[in-house]
């Protein structure tokens, strides 16, 4: 009885998904043949001008680099306010939390769509976007982390006579650093792949070239600059994942 | 905590856990040089004894008058195993250094140096630098006494100090705090599971039953 209710209710959450989204087989089957032209007419990949790909592919992964440095600066305090370890004034734990939620539950390319209006185009609406979506991300792993981690070294400093913030300066936070950096390579690995489509909002980034390329229906240049980006994004995840062997 | 007389005096402490009495009108004396131990079934409440002596539970009622804040040797040592022997003893001290000093790990020469001597008075000389997660348990022992000796408290609180250890190093570790207890003139109060250890280092032995204490 229990499982045919839960089958009913997954039955009627996808009705109501299909019936919002309107999934037309007929029109995928109509659009596939000009999708395959243009992957057919997109080779040989068109490389020409490769600094300016490579300069804006930097820019993604600057922007990226930087708005996760930038988040990790915003995400300490908010962090330590949000995990009950090292909060210092508990009355503030869960107003905090829901603002890392609050900030996690925005994207990165919605941040950057506003500031783009607020700071003008460029590589730094689309950082700024970053750093503020990923302060919430990484508030919640590392509060998390802090969370979970053994409280008895804490209760050790704290019998010494440390205050909740300087246990947790001393004793959690080295204890906790393989997750914690590890978290935050993670966010990092993912704001490289979030980021390549920052440009699409003029927020900077490899995502503008790719953009100009479609506007102008160049194939050839489009399916260039997705190897540039799958290559990109490989390479963070090969990087991030080495270190975060090491760490752990 | 009261300042008061020399050495720990607890009288009539009640402490309820979770609705459920564990001590019921607790009374101890225990006298400066003195080593008292505390024995006890599992459950009886001795470390919950400990912790409320210590400041870490609070009790219903009943006071505590200790000379001084007492420091705890914590059951299964408690260390931070990403830092070495030397910062754990040094974690001893923060009552006395500054956020941004301990934050930064400036931690200043005298403490350092105090907490060198700490460790050398345990008998882990040239380990300062060795991480928490790659000495051995008797090591780990030390350096939680260490860190409670650097708290340069005249109170010394020891939950089940020997508990994981091989017989030789339990006696070493006793024996250190017996010593302790003499030559500093400290108030030693420990738990122990093994009374033959109880009637060999401890001045007394103090039975706890049901959360009431008995004269053993």
């Known amino acids: 009885m229990r499982r045919a209710a839960w ?30 032209g243009w992957i057919a007419g997109g080779f040989p990949l068109d490389f020409s001008g490769f600094g300016d790909i490579a300069q804006r592919a930097a820019e993604t992964v600057a922007l990226a680099t930087l708005g996760t440095t930038v988040a990790a600066f915003l ?23 829901t603002l890392l939620d609050a900030l996690r539950g925005v994207d990165g390319f919605v941040f950057a769509l506003i500031f783009v209006a607020a700071v003008g185009l460029g590589p730094f609406a689309g ?21 979970a981690a053994d409280p008895a070294p804490m209760e050790a400093a ?20 393989p997750q914690t950096a590890s978290a935050t390579l993670y966010v990092w690995e993912f704001n490289i792949r979030a980021s390549t489509v920052l440009g699409l909002v003029g927020a900077g980034g490899i995502g503008q070239e790719l953009k100009n390329a479609v506007d102008l229906l160049d194939f050839n240049r489009v ?26 | 905590m009261l300042q008061a007389r020399p050495g720990l005096v607890v009288r009539g402490l ?20 003195e080593v008292v131990a505390l024995a006890g079934l599992s459950g009886s409440g001795k470390t919950t004894l ?3 002596i210590a400041g870490l539970l609070p009790a219903e009622r009943g006071d505590v008058i200790a000379t001084a804040r007492p420091a705890l040797v914590f059951q299964q040592h408690a260390l931070a195993s990403r830092l070495t022997a030397r910062d754990n003893v040094l974690v001893g001290a923060l009552g006395r250094i500054g956020f941004w000093r301990a934050a930064l790990r400036l931690w200043p020469r005298a403490e350092v140096a105090a907490a060198e001597a700490c460790l050398e008075q345990v008998g882990l000389v040239g380990l300062g630098g060795r991480r928490g997660d790659r000495l051995s348990g008797g090591q780990r022992q030390r350096v939680a006494i ?71």
């Open chain 2, 14 to 33: 009640d402490v309820t856990l979770g609705g459920r009495p564990v001590l019921r009108g607790v009374s101890l004396d225990v006298a400066p040089g």
């Open chain 1, 7 to 36: 089958i009913a209710c997954f039955v009627a959450v996808q009705a109501a998904c299909i019936w919002v989204v309107q999934p037309d087989l007929a029109r995928l089957w109509a659009g596939l043949p000009r999708l395959a």
């Open chain 1, 127 to 147: 950082m700024l976007g970053v750093a503020l979506h990923s302060a919430g991300s990484l508030g919640k792993l590392w509060s998390e982390a802090w969370e």
């Open chain 1, 75 to 97: 995400a300490l305090p908010l962090a330590l306010l949000a995990a009950r370890p090292s909060c210092p004034w508990m009355p503030l734990y869960h107003p905090v939390r």
């Open chain 2, 146 to 216: 260490a860190r409670a000796l650097l708290q340069r408290s005249a109170v010394l609180l020891a939950d089940e100090p020997v508990a994981s250890l091989d017989p030789e190093t339990a006696e070493g570790v006793l024996a250190l705090l017996r010593d302790l207890a003499r030559r500093e003139r400290l108030v030693v109060l420990v738990s122990l599971h093994q009374p033959d250890l109880a009637a060999r280092f401890a001045d007394r032995l103090l039975r706890l039953e049901d959360g009431c204490l008995r004269t053993a």
């Open chain 1, 158 to 177: 704290r019998s010494a006579g440390a205050g909740r913030a300087q246990a947790a300066s001393v004793v959690l936070l080295p204890e906790t650093l």
């Open chain 2, 50 to 52: 400990l912790r409320a």
């Open chain 1, 223 to 248: 399916l260039a600059i997705l190897a540039v980006i799958v290559a990109l994004t490989l390479a963070a995840d090969r990087i991030s994942a080495a270190l975060r062997r090491r760490l752990l």
